[in-house]
């Protein structure tokens, strides 16, 4: 007998378009949380290096990404299982660090 995977599905919405189901898409399945994770903060992440250039401040990218970011999120596999992933939080740290990254190059 095959045991079937519970798989956790990446869902990613567009903030330009805030509770707009159908700007929504689906970005994937995934086997684990932890894989589901990583491409989530792919997509805050990328936004953020596109958007940055010379001078950029966090504070900027962080109203940019709130008016017209990607906000991904990590739907529960079917027993329910998922720890909690808030892109805007992660979206927080991660405008900090883009900015010091480029800044030192």
Same mark, same amino acid.
């Given at each position: /007998?095959?045991?079937?995977?519970?798989?956790? +599905?990446?869902?990613? #919405?567009? &903030?330009? +378009?805030? /509770?707009?189901?159908?700007?929504?898409? &689906?970005?994937?399945? #995934?086997?684990?949380?932890?894989?589901?994770?990583?491409?989530?903060?792919?997509?805050?992440?990328?936004?953020?290096? +596109? &958007?940055?250039?010379?001078?950029?401040?966090?504070?900027?990218?962080?109203?940019?990404?709130?008016?017209?970011?990607?906000?991904?999120?990590?739907?529960?596999?079917?027993?329910?299982?998922?720890?909690?992933?808030?892109?805007?939080?992660?979206?927080?740290?991660?405008?900090?660090?883009?900015?010091?990254?480029?800044?030192?190059?």
């Amino acid at each position: /007998m095959t045991t079937k995977k519970n798989k956790f +599905h990446l869902r990613v #919405y567009d &903030n330009f +378009h805030y /509770m707009d189901e159908s700007e929504a898409y &689906n970005h994937g399945q #995934y086997e684990t949380y932890e894989d589901a994770l990583i491409a989530a903060k792919a997509i805050v992440d990328e936004f953020f290096e +596109h &958007n940055w250039k010379i001078g950029t401040t966090s504070d900027y990218l962080l109203g940019q990404y709130s008016l017209y970011g990607e906000d991904p999120i990590i739907l529960p596999n079917e027993h329910g299982e998922n720890e909690v992933f808030s892109a805007s939080n992660y979206a927080n740290i991660s405008a900090v660090e883009i900015c010091r990254k480029f800044e030192n190059r």
